[in-house]
Each structure stands twice: as structure tokens, then as C-alpha cells.
């Protein structure tokens, strides 16, 4: 009970500075630059604020900073991943830029955690045994046999420059997974025989591909509309989606095909996950507690929208670009955010590269007629 009560304290001290100012509420002082006056404001208003006090930032911190690499380099820095949090604050559909006076801009990074997996296979037992743990340095891969399970390990990786605006030599891991196109989206299906709906000419840069077999039905998309939902799909046994490169798009889309899907007849409905993303990964979230889905690939993009459709960025003479988020949205959904921002949903079976994904739907569906 002790340690309870001395835990409480603490946790009740940390939401408050000695003076008893309220972290989470802090007032922003009349005597600073006007302009570092509406990066702090922005910053409280920030839909994940408390989620950047909770790793120690002080907003007063500022207050007698330039707007410049400094004030950059010290917001950044609680948006970096680490190992004891796990995941970013920054919903990846935000920009945290600064330019300062001479310029010069300094651009946050897209944060995202992936496994990259060794050529240690086994059985789930076997791995365990040696030491490994289920979905931390193991994974359910069974594209080899009875040695079932792969050993790999989560890493960061980002895009782009790093926060000082150049890589210095750093490594950026490639994100290399499932990907269903040897080129650009609208290139061409990874299956063949695929019937393009809407190709690029014909859509204003949708793409929708579709493959039938006897048993089988394939379909593809870039981006999540509402073009998606005008699509009749044929009667079949089994529904592949290849979501591998889903793009975003609309949530409202994202609804309204997951609720069709749920009123299907097919048997099993597979979804190949890569680098899905914001509305795409939307509809991976809304179709998980249909009983007939089976996620295949690797881990979705984790940058779940969490952004209004309009106004989300606001800019001052300097420069300075924050998303202030959907509100209402992040407190509905809050624990779900937290388990996914910057890592994504899981797939039921892992699978980093086409054919592995392939022979696993063969696997369920018995349909060989479905080929590359």
C-alpha cells in the first residue's frame, strides 16, 4: 500500500512543476517574441501533448530560444523514437517545420518500425526454447515448412533526411516488403491476368485492378475512394485484397467498403499488408474483427489519420507548420493510437516478400490457379 501511495504521489507530482503550474495546461507568457508566443500555444494545443510532457518536455524551455535549428532540435527530439516508449508522438500526417530568419529549413522525419528478419527458421517450440519471444524476436512465418516461425528484430527506420537536414552517413533502412508493383502504382498487378478498372488515364490517378479465378477473386488499389465502392465484385469463395501499397485516401470509403465486405458471402477474406497507410490502413483496422480475415505480410505503416481534413497545418511569418489534430477522434480511439502510431497493425502471418506471400494463400484458399 506504501509503495501505492508513494507511486500516486509521483505521478501526481510529475503533471505539476514546483511552482504548481499545470504542465498540461501551461500558461504561455506575455514577455516572449510574439512568434515563439503561437509555437507554444500551437504546441498545448497539440492532440498529443501530454504524450510529449509524459517524456519530459517543458514548454518554457522556449521561451528565450530562436526560432531557428536550437528550438527545432529540442522539439524534435520527443518526437524520435526510443526503445522505452516505443513510438512517436507525431501522428505521421503532420509536419513539425521551421525556417528560421536566413531561411534555412529543418524538417521532422516519417518514423516507422519494421522487422528485418535473419535466416533463423524453427519451430515455435525450438525458438522459444533458445530464448526468443512470440512477435519481439520471433514471428509466425510458415512459408518454410514445419520450421514455421522466423527469428527477426524491430528497427526504426525513417524517410527522408534526418532532423539536421542531411543523413551524415547515417544509415536509412529501406522499407523492402510485399510489394505488389515492380514500378509505380499504376504500372501493373503483381498477379497476372488482372483487368484494370481504373487505370491512370481513366481515373484522375486511382488505379483499380481486379483477377478472377474459379475460386478466387483479386483485387488492387492504390487509394481508398469512394471509386472503390462503385466496384460490383463477383461471387466467389475467397476475397484477396492487395493492400500492400494502399495509399490512403477517404475514411468515409474506407466505412462504407468494410461494411459491404461484412455482408459478403465469401469464405475468407485475405489482406496483404506492406506499406499501408492512413485511410488504407483504415480499412485493415475496420475489417480486423471479421472472424474471416487473415493478415498477410508485414506490419502496416502505422500513420493512422488522426488529422482534420482541412486546416490541420497553420503557418506564422517564420514558418513553423503543426498539426493540431481531430480532438474528439484521438480520445475515442486513444489506446488504439497508442498501440499502432509509427508500427502499424501486425499481420496474422508474416511474410516479406511476394512468393512467401503467395504460397500462404495457396495454403488457405488451395487455389494454385492464382499465380504472379
Known amino acids: 500500500m506504501k509503495k501505492f501511495i508513494l507511486s500516486l504521489f509521483s ?16 500558461a504561455i507568457r506575455d514577455d516572449i517574441d510574439e512568434d515563439v508566443k503561437k509555437i507554444e500555444q500551437a504546441l498545448v494545443d497539440y492532440v498529443l501533448y501530454p504524450e510529449l510532457v509524459e517524456r519530459g518536455f517543458d514548454l518554457h524551455q522556449l521561451d528565450n530560444m530562436k526560432i531557428d535549428g536550437e528550438m527545432f532540435e529540442y522539439i524534435e527530439s520527443f518526437f524520435r523514437p526510443n526503445d522505452e516508449k516505443g513510438w512517436c508522438a507525431l501522428d505521421n500526417h503532420h509536419e513539425l517545420s521551421i525556417k528560421d530568419e536566413n531561411g534555412k529549413e529543418f524538417k521532422s522525419q516519417y518514423y516507422k518500425r519494421a522487422v528485418i528478419f535473419s535466416n533463423e527458421y524453427g519451430t515455435k517450440d525450438e525458438l522459444l526454447k533458445k530464448g526468443y519471444v512470440e512477435n519481439e524476436t520471433m514471428f509466425y512465418y510458415p512459408s518454410n515448412g514445419e520450421k514455421d516461425w522466423r ?24 522499407y523492402n516488403g510485399p510489394s505488389r508493383f515492380s514500378g509505380t502504382s499504376s504500372e501493373k498487378m503483381a498477379f497476372r491476368n488482372s483487368k ?31 471509386y472503390i465502392n462503385k466496384v460490383k465484385l463477383p461471387k466467389k469463395d475467397y476475397l484477396i485484397i492487395d493492400l500492400s501499397c494502399g495509399n490512403g485516401g477517404s475514411i ?8 459491404t ?6 469464405k475468407k477474406i ?6 499501408t497507410t492512413s485511410a488504407s490502413e483504415n480499412l485493415v483496422q475496420l475489417l480486423s474483427d471479421d472472424k474471416r480475415v487473415i493478415k498477410i505480410g508485414l506490419n502496416t505503416n502505422g500513420r493512422y489519420r488522426i488529422a482534420t481534413s482541412n486546416g490541420h497545418r497553420f503557418s506564422i511569418e517564420k514558418k513553423f507548420y503543426f498539426g493540431s ?41 488451395g487455389d494454385t490457379e492464382i499465380q504472379r
Open 270 to 275: 485475405i489482406i496483404i499488408t506492406n506499406d
Open 151 to 174: 527469428v527477426g528484430e524491430w528497427q526504426w527506420s525513417y524517410y527522408g533526411r534526418d532532423f539536421s537536414g542531411n543523413n551524415k552517413g547515417k544509415k536509412i533502412l529501406k
Open 325 to 365: 489534430g481531430e480532438t474528439d477522434y484521438v480520445k475515442i480511439h486513444s489506446e488504439e493510437l497508442r498501440n499502432i502510431e509509427g508500427i502499424g497493425y501486425l499481420p496474422d502471418i508474416w511474410a516479406d516478400n511476394m512468393n512467401d506471400v503467395l504460397k500462404n494463400i495457396w495454403n488457405i484458399t
Open 11 to 26: 505521478v501526481i507530482f510529475a503533471l505539476f512543476n514546483v511552482s504548481g503550474e499545470d504542465l498540461l495546461h501551461p
Open 196 to 226: 484494370t478498372l481504373y487505370g491512370e488515364q481513366g481515373h484522375q490517378g486511382r488505379w483499380f485492378g481486379i483477377v478472377e479465378t474459379k475460386k478466387s477473386v483479386i483485387i488492387d488499389f492504390d487509394f481508398t475512394d469512394d
Open 261 to 266: 465486405l461484412k455482408k459478403s458471402k465469401y
Open 252 to 259: 468515409g470509403a474506407a466505412r462504407t467498403f468494410a461494411k
